[in-house]
């Protein structure tokens, strides 16, 4: 179904209630020593991100960034008469920290990059990844279900697209990450806990370094390390959100913590970060069905690549000449002289009714992120271990009442229309008597403001006219009676490894494997039922007012009516399951597994200060995909 932006209403509003801690400014403050001003670069903390960022001091997911408040010139003496201990000096960092790490991101970067920090997802009230990333430059989302499904709305984000272009490549840490499924190839942005990550890296360019794949970028998902800070830290977070149309409070919440300690065979660090996240809502909509041009020319028919129909015009203001013969081909001009029916009008635009639909979503989501490194002594070796899992089950469920757009091909008409097949391959046309029909109002483009919308039938329907047990109208726009089940469940898990070494001051090797695991089920299972209806709209307000009626033309005009039937109002009608019957069911059986097995291998050479390269380096890297998709329809 098509329909027109300013014309559809979503209701999909939050009362949130937060609440957080933070183990470096609460409960464990209390416990340790005040911190210290740095004035060296830790060893432990000088691995580079994939865009040449340092991933220690001052970077994203440093809780000690190195600025000038906190880094003391060397033989710098305290101002005379200043009582102060150089050597305890405390050092706060706000917001413009998290500023701050972003920029040296983009700064030490090689190629066009925007960045979100781990304080930037904390503080934006963002309850996924593809949330957070609307807030870079250039990268937007869709608020459907999907790109190229206007009918259902996405309580959360869906869809990212870097300046303009779909096709993005994800990444776990720097490595390929995808999820299984129809259109797999990368991964499902809203399925990732934001909680879970350090740093987000939108890459808007491709270097030689990159992976290809992403066409119109690639976004890399950091998680966090425990050499980003050192010694013991907690923290957690605590949400609630509340539906005011589904009238449900659901949690989130998530916790984190980490610690490192020296040893005599170097340093340790273990973190470990779950999260869990739930969104009960409910979205109302009313809208108008595919808005129709009505101007006597051929048009390919619905659901067809060769048939044609004409599109009958719609009846104007004056009586001047005599309509068409009967049959007569598409677009052919009446004589001169009154007939009694309004002209033709030439041009005019009028959609065929309204649609009422109510979603509800139920959407649990649950993370955990482990890691564990070690550095040498001689602080030259790093090894970090990563294991991410994320898992989300969707809810959907489905009510709507909608005039079927690709059952009322331009044959609908003001209210005072009569039937006929007299148009084009047997269709109807506009034989609106002059002084009995309430025509449309339209602005001064021809676009439908208002009107009382017929269908006045002629064809298959009133074959059983005339008979007291005939309970199908001849007239009257076929409307359909959906209701929809969705269960889907994906879950993605990834296993890193990584080990850098530098093996003397000009070489330096860096080696990483990856094995990446898939799966998503989905069972979608949908009846369609069926009436006929007129339906009375008024588009002239901020919202669209849709009213469906019994159809005005219950039976041919030559039959007998049906008494029980035509002593009927709107309400009675509608609540007859005599004019109801089913029209069909779907379902949607889905079974997807993917597997990724990844090395990747990067031999480094700095060259000496002053030379004319900074830098040289070799990448190698071998990828072995393996997806398997099962689909089962009805």
């Known amino acids: 179904m098509r329909s027109a932006a300013p014309l559809t209403a979503n209701a999909n509003r939050f009362n949130r209630l937060l609440l957080g801690a933070s183990a470096g400014a609460l409960c464990i403050a209390a416990l340790t020593t005040p911190a210290f001003a740095q004035t060296t670069t830790d060893p432990d903390q000088s691995a580079s991100s994939p865009t040449g960022a340092v991933a220690g001091q001052g970077t994203a997911g440093s809780a000690t960034p190195r600025t000038s408040a906190s880094v003391e010139a060397p033989g710098a003496q305290p101002p005379a008469g200043d009582d102060i201990d150089s050597g305890k000096e405390v050092v706060v960092t706000g917001i413009r920290q998290s500023l701050a790490n972003a920029q040296s991101i983009k700064r ?9 920090t781990a304080s930037d997802i904390g503080a934006l009230p963002d309850r996924s990844v593809t949330e957070a990333l609307q807030r870079v430059p250039g990268v937007s989302i869709s608020r459907f279900a999907a790109a190229n499904d206007p009918d259902h709305f996405s309580v959360e984000g869906s869809g ?103 040893t005599g065979i170097g340093r340790f660090g273990l973190l470990g970060n779950v999260s869990y996240s739930r969104v009960q809502s409910r979205a109302d909509s009313i809208r108008i069905t595919n808005i129709q041009t009505r101007d006597n020319t051929l048009a390919l028919a619905a659901n067809s690549t060769t048939a044609q129909n004409c599109r009958n015009p719609l009846p104007g203001t004056v009586d001047q000449t005599t309509l068409p013969a009967n049959a007569a081909a598409c677009g052919t001009a009446g004589t001169p002289g009154a007939d009694g029916f309004l002209d033709p009008a030439s041009l005019r635009y009028a959609p ?52 079927a757009p690709d059952l009322s091909e331009y044959n609908t008409y003001p209210i005072g229309c009569v039937q006929n097949n007299a148009g084009p391959s047997g269709s109807t046309i506009a034989q609106c008597p002059t002084g009995s029909t309430k025509n449309y109002v339209y602005d001064a483009g021809g676009l439908f403001q208002s009107g009382y919308i017929t269908a006045p039938g002629n064809g298959y329907r009133s074959a059983c006219s005339g008979q007291a047990t005939c309970w199908v109208p001849t007239g009257g726009t076929q409307q359909s009676l959906a209701r929809g ?13 990584n080990l850098k070494t530098q093996l003397d001051d000009h070489w330096s090797v860096n080696l990483d494997g990856d094995y990446t695991r898939a799966k998503k089920t989905s069972t979608d299972f949908r009846v369609f039922g069926s009436t006929f209806a007129d339906s009375e709209l008024d588009l002239s307000g901020n919202l669209p007012v849709v009213i469906p009626h019994k159809p005005s033309t219950l039976q041919a005009s030559w039959a007998t009516p049906n008494p029980t039937l035509n002593q009927q109002n709107d309400a009675q009608y509608f609540a007859n399951r005599n004019v109801q019957f089913w029209r069909a069911a779907m379902d949607h059986l889905e079974d997807s597994k993917g597997r990724e097995y990844a090395f990747k291998a990067d031999v480094d050479y700095k060259f000496d200060d002053g030379s004319f390269y ?12 393996c997806v398997r998709s099962t689909l089962h329809h009805l």
Request: a negative charge; one cysteine or more.
């Open 160 to 262: 990212v697209a870097v300046r303009g272009l779909t096709f993005v490549r994800s990444e776990f840490n720097g490595r390929d990450t995808f999820s299984a499924g129809i259109g797999g190839q990368a991964i499902n942005f809203s399925d990732v806990p934001a909680e879970l990550l350090g740093s987000v890296e939108v890459y808007k360019n491709a270097t030689a370094e990159l992976i290809e794949g992403g066409l119109a970028g690639t976004v890399n998902l950091n998680t966090r390390k425990p050499f980003d800070n050192k010694g013991f830290h907690l923290g957690f977070t605590a949400e609630g959100n509340y539906g005011d149309f589904k009238k449900k409070w659901s949690p989130t919440g998530s916790l984190f913590v980490s610690d490192t300690w020296d």
């Open 352 to 403: 065929i009714g309204g649609q009422f639909a109510t979603q509800e979503f139920d959407r649990k989501r649950d993370g955990i992120a482990l890691a564990g490194q070690w550095q040498s002594t001689d602080e030259r070796t790093v090894l970090t271990a990563q294991f991410l899992r994320t898992h989300t089950v969707n809810n959907t469920s489905e009510r709507t009442f909608e005039t």
């Open 108 to 116: 030490n970067s090689d190629t066009v990059v925007d960045a979100i």
């Open 614 to 625: 900074h830098a040289r380096q070799v990448r190698r890297a071998l990828c072995r995909p």
């Open 485 to 497: 089940m969705t269960r889907d469940e994906n879950t993605v898990t990834d296993f890193g490894l």
